[in-house]
């Protein structure tokens, strides 16, 4: 059975940092592109940050320079860490795999952003 849980959202003040921990489990993560996305309150859902198998990795414009994605292969777990958190930061982050037509997401866990 495939799963994505992630951990690690919350409440933090502008400027704060937090680091978001997604762990699957059920398919051969090496083999799988992740990436982070988000949506946020009135929002359509878009890609914030994408690590491929060979670790080449993209960011959204937005968060070039504050956000950095990782994978760690050993333990099947991707992570962002976010830093400089804005306001507009505030949104529902999920983690997907991805390879070739497979698709899995997580369920997602909240960041607010908010003094």
């Known amino acids: 059975q495939v799963q994505l849980v992630e951990s690690g959202g919350g409440l933090v003040q502008p400027g704060g940092s937090l680091t978001l921990s997604c762990a699957t489990s059920g398919f051969t993560f090496n083999r799988y592109t992740m990436s982070w996305y988000r949506q946020g309150p009135g929002k359509e859902r878009e890609l914030v940050a994408i690590i491929t198998t060979s670790g080449s990795i993209n960011y959204a414009d937005s968060v070039k320079g504050r956000f950095t994605i990782s994978r760690d292969n050993t333990k099947n777990t991707v992570y962002l860490q976010m830093n400089s958190l804005k306001p507009e930061d505030t949104a529902v982050y999920y983690c997907?795999?991805?390879?070739?037509?497979?698709?899995?997401w997580g369920q997602g866990t909240q960041v607010t952003v908010s003094s």
């Open positions: 997907k795999a991805s390879r070739l037509s497979h698709a899995y």
